[in-house]
């Protein structure tokens, strides 16, 4: 059974800072691999997904990577702002079974001014 | 587009009740997912549906937990009898085509709470 793990479970940093966010799994064989952002309240939005073919995706000061084989994701955040407080959540599409997505549990990220 | 569309955003009931959460995807869409948000267990998926047709309800915690789609436009999750453990958030998702590999879109979710 496909599991995902986040480490770690929180994160505070003072603005400016580039971060690292973690995520891995036990199951190599997915279709894709997503990250989600999830402000208090609210749902969940689609960051990036990167397909098991790609190494890595960048959308502005996010760049994620993923090593299928070593089954680990990480979610770089460049220059961080207040404005990137929020949980950010991974996720993987397994190539097996009927479950279509599978989460972690996310990394509560704290930034501040 | 609205985006995903949920019903009610929040809800207080008592145990023993009966709760119906609603749910309206994307227009187009025709993949819908239903999932269960808590501190402990994180967001789990309860049901999905293919074009109408639910295709794994494994992740439904036991038989007081039903979904319906009747259209490609509505879907329904009720709890009959609730109880306070169901105490979550509840989304709905939707996503394109045959929804293998592609992202979801969801909802604000459905704060209930099972007194």
């Known amino acids: 059974k496909q599991e995902v793990t986040q480490i770690p479970a929180a994160l505070s940093v003072p603005e400016g800072e580039n971060l690292v966010l973690n995520c891995s799994f036990t199951d190599s064989a997915i279709y894709n691999l997503q990250w989600f952002r999830q402000d208090p309240g609210k749902g969940l939005t689609s960051l990036l997904l990167?397909?098991?073919?790609?190494r890595e995706q960048t959308s502005g000061r996010l760049n994620a990577s993923l090593d299928k084989s070593s089954g680990r994701s990480t979610l770089y955040i460049a220059a961080s702002q207040p404005g990137d407080s929020a949980t950010y959540l991974c996720?993987?599409?397994?190539?097996?079974?009927?479950?279509?997505?599978?989460f972690g549990k996310g990394t509560r990220l704290s930034v501040i001014a | 587009d609205a985006g995903v569309i949920q019903s009610p955003r929040h809800e207080v009931t008592e145990m023993g009740q009966e709760v119906t959460l609603r749910c309206k995807p994307i227009s187009g869409h025709n993949s819908l997912f239903w999932y269960r948000q808590t501190m402990m267990r994180g967001l789990e998926l309860l049901i999905y549906f293919n074009n109408n047709v639910p295709i794994d309800d494994s992740g439904m915690p036991e038989d007081r937990f039903s979904a319906k789609m009747p259209n490609a436009s509505f879907s329904t999750l009720k709890i009959q009898p609730s109880e306070p453990r169901d105490s979550a958030v509840y989304f709905c998702?939707?996503?394109?085509?045959?929804?293998?590999?592609?992202?979801?879109?969801f909802g604000p979710g459905t704060r209930l709470l099972v007194l």
């Open positions: 996720a993987v599409y397994p190539l097996s079974g009927n479950t279509p997505l599978v």
């Open positions: 990167i397909q098991s073919s790609q």
């Open positions: 998702a939707s996503s394109s085509v045959s929804g293998v590999g592609e992202t979801q879109y």
